[in-house]
Every structure is written in C-alpha cells, then in structure tokens.
C-alpha cells in the first residue's frame, strides 16, 4: 500500500507503531497477533505521540503541513479515527474498516491503554475523516457504522466533514489482496475514493 501512495506521487511513510512491544513477524496468526498478544499492550497515547513525531520528522523534511493525509487499515483505522480527535495537523484522513468501537468487536480490554474509543470521540474531530467499511464484517457489524453515524449526526456543529463508503458484500479486510476474501471491485472502488478524499481536502 505504501509503494501505491507513492507512486501516485505522494512521499508516503509507514511507521512501526509496535516496535517497542515486539515484532508482528513473531506471531504466525493473525488473531493471536491482534487478541491476545501485540496490539493488546500498544497503547493509544503512545501511538498518538509516535505520529505526532512522524509530523516533525515530515516538516523537518519539506512536507508542506497543509498537504499531510492520514490513512490506516483495521486496528490502523481505529489509529487514524484517534488521530483525527488529537491532531489539527493532517488535512485529511482515510480510515479503512478502522474498529470503531468495543460493544461488538470485543478487542479493546484494557481501558488504560486504550481509553476512548472513536465513536466516544466524535465531537472532538478537528480534520475531515473519511470511513471505508464492509456490509459483512463479523469484527465492525454494520450496527456499529450505523451508530458511529448516529453519533456524528448528534454533534452540535457538523464539522468536520465525515462521510462513509460500505461495500454491502464485502468482508473485512476486502482490500488486502494476499486473502482469499479479497474484493477486487470493492477495493478498486475504495481506493479512488480514497484518494479523491485527500485530494478533495487539498493533501
């Protein structure tokens, strides 16, 4: 996915957000990796503070702080959601089947690592937020996008701009093309939204 950003022109950067806790090449399922072990001990504040330095590093190199996206996948989604409630400084964020919630999902035990979910955030989004989603996602249900609208449609002021795409036969994770559950049509179409989103919001 990196190479695809960059190749539309972006300088487009990946950072191991779980290197203080270990390695995902340690972990031979993906679940395990997700549930039990890894994720579970990266806490959000310290994600939150690794991006923010990403931004530095970027400034510190020609990035135009105007002209930054956001864009994460899954648990990396549910980054981006948080990031888009902590920071003015990306102009726009994608947020592919970003968890969004613990109702359903079940994934978020330990509420000193990880204290707020997105859909408790709502209210304090400061950039545009983009949600890519799945009709038949076992991990994000569509009563859990529905509620994230529901909230959103609550805030006093709607803004930020926030807007969704469901690809009502798709499963999770429909954009990775190593599974067998990869959506071709979907993620083709997620994609051009995608990056009309951040090139709409001037990224």
Known sequence: MLR?????????????????QG????????????????LRRVGDQQVMQDLDGVLDWALENGVVIHRVGISGFSWGGRWAWLFAAHS?????????YGVLDDQYSQLLPDRALFPHHPIELVERLQVPVLGLYAGQDSVIPMRSVDEMRAALARRPVQEPEVDFAVYLSSV?????????????????????????????HGV
Do not use: I, N, Q
């Open 4 to 20: 695809r950003f960059a190749k539309e022109g972006y300088l487009a950067v990946a950072p191991d957000l779980m290197a203080r």
């Open 23 to 38: 390695s995902p090449a340690d972990y031979d399922d993906d679940v395990e990796l997700m549930v039990k072990h890894l």
């Open 88 to 96: 003015r400084r990306p102009t726009a964020v994608v947020s592919w």
């Open 172 to 200: 999770h994770g429909f954009h990775a093309d190593w599974r067998d559950d990869y959506d071709a049509d979907a993620a083709a179409d997620a994609w051009t939204r995608g990056l009309c989103w951040l090139r709409a």
